[in-house]
């Protein structure tokens, strides 16, 4: 009977050493084979420096004071606000109407005397619309070929008056421009009625066009205003201009206004209660806003100092941190990975003063001994039934 108890207790042991041996290698293995919300804080910053083409950032009040003052995309930053000139300037492609007047009879535009001899004295001739050509010329009876392009109707008028004086009776000639293509500024997109908008000659700014295209159909919220100008465009959240006055700048003939409904959102993944897009106002959020929305961090998961925000920086921005590093090529845009150790006393005024924008992907990775607390409850939930077997096996 003491040899069986003996065996039993051996065996018991046999079967515990075993299933800790198991532990024991799936802990050296990295313990690759359990789930995991994603890369730990080690992992992904040894990826990140081993990539030459990522720039890591440690959020300090240094840095984040830097970032800050490296300013988004805005139109008052980016396209000279000036009022255009007071005057109509006539472009390719606009529709011209000139009607002549000239004094007394036996001019050119005079009508031949009637029946009884009698003439209506002074005269007026109208002639036909042109679209100024691409030479930038339009043509009138007797005057030829005359450039009208980067000028005014007055001094257009004074040009014509100037060829006809000599063949007609004092001339005097009144250009209208019908339709004014060339002073004009394309809305479309999220607007009751995109179109071709003409602009005033008191000048026109951003909110005055569109108001002209019928308002924007979007909610103001998810709506970006997209100006394109010459080569070059800028996106800026409408709520901005709302906001800033400076944002509102005058529109320039030829620019394209183009309205997209975007909603404002990041990405948040790892050890939080809420993964996924959330959606933010578009002016903005902090980081701390950011971890409030998913519902803080999970207190049994997550490692505080494993606080990551990657996205993509310009060219100039991540020249600012990476100390040397080469960045990018041209204007392409440089991953950048943020981190944040949430153990430092003041780490949350610096995620405070850190903006979160559009599509910014937010990671909270696992702490180091989440792996080893999931080890030992599998080596639990293995080890309890054969030691209440082998128990229950002793036992008789």
Known sequence: MHNKKKSDRDHKRRAVHGLSRSVCMLLLSGCT?????????????????????????????????????????SFSGSFPSYRPAG????????????????????????????????????RTATIPPQIVARDGAITVPYAGRIRVVGMTPPQVESNIVSRLESLATKPQ?????????????VVEGEVKTGERIPLSTR?????????EAGGVTSPISDTVIRLTRDDRTVSVPMQILLQRPEENV???????????????????????PRTGEIPFDALGISLTEAIAKAGGLLTQQADPDGLFVLRYEQPDVARLFAQGQPVGTGDAAVPVIYHLNMRAPLAMLDGQRFAIRNDDVVYVSDAPLTNVQKVLGMFSLLA??????LSAKAAF
């Open 173 to 185: 000639a009144l250009v209208t421009v019908t339709r004014d293509v060339s002073n004009t500024a």
């Open 203 to 211: 000048g026109d700014r951003l909110l005055d066009v569109i108001a």
């Open 33 to 73: 084979a359990l789930p995991q919300t994603g890369p730990d804080k080690t992992d992904l910053l040894q990826a990140a420096a081993n990539n030459k083409g990522v720039v890591v950032v440690e959020l300090t009040p240094q840095t984040v004071a830097a970032l800050r003052k490296a300013a988004p995309d």
């Open 87 to 122: 005057q109509q300037v006539i472009g390719v492609g606009d529709t011209i109407q000139i009607t002549l007047w000239e004094a007394g009879e036996g001019g050119l535009f005079s009508s031949p005397p009637s029946a009884n001899g009698t003439t209506p004295g002074s």
């Open 250 to 272: 005058y529109v320039q003939p030829g620019d394209v206004i183009t309205l997209v409904r975007q909603p404002q959102q990041f990405m948040m993944f790892g050890a939080v």
């Open 384 to 389: 309890a039934p054969a030691v209440t077997g």
